[in-house]
């Protein structure tokens, strides 16, 4: 069983800035990659932004230049640093983990979301 818990969501102003952390816990073999989705209200879950396990990482086109994800091996922890938030970021958004939980199971886990709201 793997846990992923997310904190850092909150109310914002355009243009400011959020953090947010996600922790996998549990029976953690290994993890391949950790991710970002949002999801706004009406729309169809995204990807925003993923980091793999030999750090490689990919945006969503509107995120670039604007998003950092990064991540925490020892910590079993992925971060979204969030710059310069326009409106349209508004969504609630999930943490995202495919892991292995033994040498030759694996499964993407999904943690419960945290709200962002940018308001203009």
């Known amino acids: 069983q793997v846990q992923l818990a997310e904190s850092g969501g909150g109310l914002v102003t355009a243009g400011g800035s959020l953090g947010l952390s996600c922790t996998a816990s549990?029976?953690?073999?290994?993890?391949?990659?950790m991710g970002w989705y949002r999801q706004a209200p009406g729309k169809q879950r995204e990807l925003v932004a993923t980091?793999?396990?030999?750090?490689?990482?990919n945006y969503l086109d509107s995120v670039k230049g604007r998003f950092t994800i990064s991540r925490d091996r020892a910590l079993n922890t992925v971060y979204l640093q969030m710059n310069s938030l326009k409106p349209d970021d508004t969504g609630v958004y999930y943490c995202?983990?495919?892991?292995?939980?033994?040498?030759?199971?694996?499964?993407?886990?999904w943690g419960q979301g945290t709200q962002v709201t940018v308001s203009s």
């Open positions: 995202n983990g495919r892991i292995y939980t033994s040498m030759t199971s694996w499964d993407d886990f």
């Open positions: 980091i793999n396990n030999g750090g490689a990482t």
């Open positions: 549990g029976s953690i073999f290994s993890i391949v990659a």
